[in-house]
C-alpha cells in the first residue's frame, strides 16, 4: 500500500523536544520514558523515510542513464549492477517504513500478568492448566523475562485449577496478548481405559501490568480479609492468617492471594492483580466500541472466545482465529511458541494497515 504523509511525523518530533526541555520534565519519570520512547522511534521512522526516498531517487537516475542510448558504457554496466541491488532495498524499506507507522499500543511495553485456570473437563482440564503454565514459563526463560508466581491452587489430580503469575521483560505483552482466550485440548486421558478422546478446555487471560495512574482505586469500595493460607500440611504458609482477599464492590471483583508467609506480600500481590484485572474491564469497554466499527480478523481477545485447539493424536495445533494449523505439538508444548505468535502479530499488523489506510486514504 501507498504510505502515509510523512509530514505529520515530522511534526511531532520539535513537539516532543519543546516537551523535554521543560524544567519539570524528568518529574514524571514514566511520561519522560514514554516520551523519549516515541522520540526515540520518531527519529529513526524520519532517517528510514529520507532513506526510502534516496533509493527511489538514485532508481529513477539509473533508469534514466540507461535510457540514454548516448550513456557512456561503463557507466551503463555500473548502473545495471546497483540498480539489482536497489531494486531489492527498495520494498524492504518501504515495508520497514509503513510498519514504523503504524500506531503502537500503548500497553505493548507492559509487564503482563497472565492467569490459567482449568475449565471444563475436570481433571484432565486442571492437568493441562498446569500444563499450559509450564509451556509459557519455559517460553518466558528462553527469552529473558521473569517469571513471578503470584497465586495458584492445585487439583487433587496433581494439576492446577487457578494460576496467576507476573511476567516482566521487554514487549511481554506485544508478544503474549494474543494468548487470552479458552484453549481446547483433545487427547486420550491417562485414565480412559477405552482410548477415548476427551475434549476439556483451559482459559488463559494476559492482563497487561496497571499503573496507578491508569485505575483509580477507592479504598472505600474495599473489602479485605485474610484467612489462614491453606498449604502443604507442616509448611508454614498454613500456619498464620497470611491469605488475603480483597474484593471489589463496585464490579465484583475478587483477588485471593495466598502462596506468601507474610501477608503483607500478599496484599501486595492481591492490589497487583486486581489494578490489572480493572484495567482490562476499563479497556474491554473501549474494544467494544471499537469493535462495533470494526472487527479484527484475529478476534477480540476475549477470554470467552475458543482460540486455539491442541490435537494429541495428530500432533496438531491450530489458531481458529487466523487459520493456522502446524504438526509440531510437542515443540509448542515445551515452550517454543515463536512461529505461531509470529503468524498472529502478521496478522495484527495486516489488520492495523487496513485501517491505517482507511483513516489517511492511503492506497493499500
Request: net charge negative.
Amino acid at each position: 500500500m501507498d504510505l502515509p504523509p510523512i509530514e505529520s511525523f515530522k511534526a511531532r518530533l520539535p513537539e516532543i523536544d519543546a516537551l523535554m526541555a521543560a524544567p519539570d520534565f524528568y518529574n514524571d519519570q514514566r511520561r519522560a520514558g514514554e516520551l523519549g520512547r516515541e522520540h526515540q522511534k520518531l527519529t529513526e521512522l524520519v532517517a528510514l523515510h529520507t532513506r526510502l526516498a534516496q533509493t527511489a531517487a538514485a532508481i529513477a537516475e539509473h533508469e534514466a542513464l540507461l535510457a540514454d542510448p548516448a550513456s557512456d558504457a561503463d557507466l551503463r554496466t555500473l548502473a545495471e549492477e546497483e540498480l539489482v541491488t536497489l531494486r531489492a532495498e527498495l520494498p524492504r524499506l518501504h515495508d520497514q517504513v509503513l510498519t514504523m507507522m503504524l500506531p503502537p499500543d500503548p500497553a505493548d511495553a507492559r509487564n503482563t500478568i497472565v492467569e490459567v485456570r482449568a475449565g471444563a473437563g475436570g481433571d484432565e482440564a486442571s492437568l493441562f492448566a498446569a500444563e499450559l503454565s509450564r509451556l509459557y514459563t519455559r517460553y518466558a526463560e528462553t527469552h529473558g523475562w521473569k517469571v513471578e508466581p503470584l497465586s495458584s491452587s492445585s487439583s487433587e489430580a496433581g494439576g492446577l485449577k487457578e494460576i496467576i503469575f507476573l511476567v516482566t521483560g521487554d514487549d511481554v505483552y506485544r508478544t503474549l496478548k494474543w494468548e487470552s482466550g479458552v484453549h481446547r485440548v483433545q487427547r486420550v486421558p491417562a485414565t480412559e481405559a477405552n482410548g477415548r478422546i476427551h475434549t476439556s478446555t483451559v482459559t488463559v487471560a494476559v492482563l497487561p501490568e496497571a499503573q496507578d495512574v491508569d485505575v483509580q482505586i477507592n479504598p472505600d469500595e474495599l473489602e479485605i480479609t485474610v484467612a489462614r493460607a491453606s498449604g502443604p500440611g507442616g509448611q508454614g504458609v498454613n500456619t498464620t492468617d497470611s491469605a488475603v482477599q480483597i474484593l471489589h464492590k463496585p464490579t465484583g471483583t475478587i483477588v485471593k492471594c495466598s502462596d506468601e508467609r507474610s501477608q503483607l506480600k500478599n496484599k501486595a500481590k492481591a492490589f497487583k492483580v486486581l489494578r490489572a484485572r480493572l484495567l482490562e474491564r476499563k479497556q474491554e469497554d473501549e474494544r467494544q466500541k471499537y469493535s462495533a466499527q470494526r472487527k479484527s480478523q484475529i478476534g477480540t481477545g476475549d477470554r470467552s472466545e475458543r482460540i486455539r485447539t491442541y490435537n494429541f493424536p495428530q500432533s496438531r495445533v491450530t489458531d481458529h482465529r487466523i487459520g493456522y494449523t502446524a504438526h509440531n505439538l510437542t515443540q509448542v508444548m515445551e515452550g517454543r511458541l515463536d512461529e505461531l505468535l509470529a503468524a498472529l502479530a502478521e496478522a495484527e499488523k495486516i489488520e492495523k494497515l487496513k485501517a491505517l489506510a482507511e483513516s489517511t486514504g492511503a492506497k493499500a
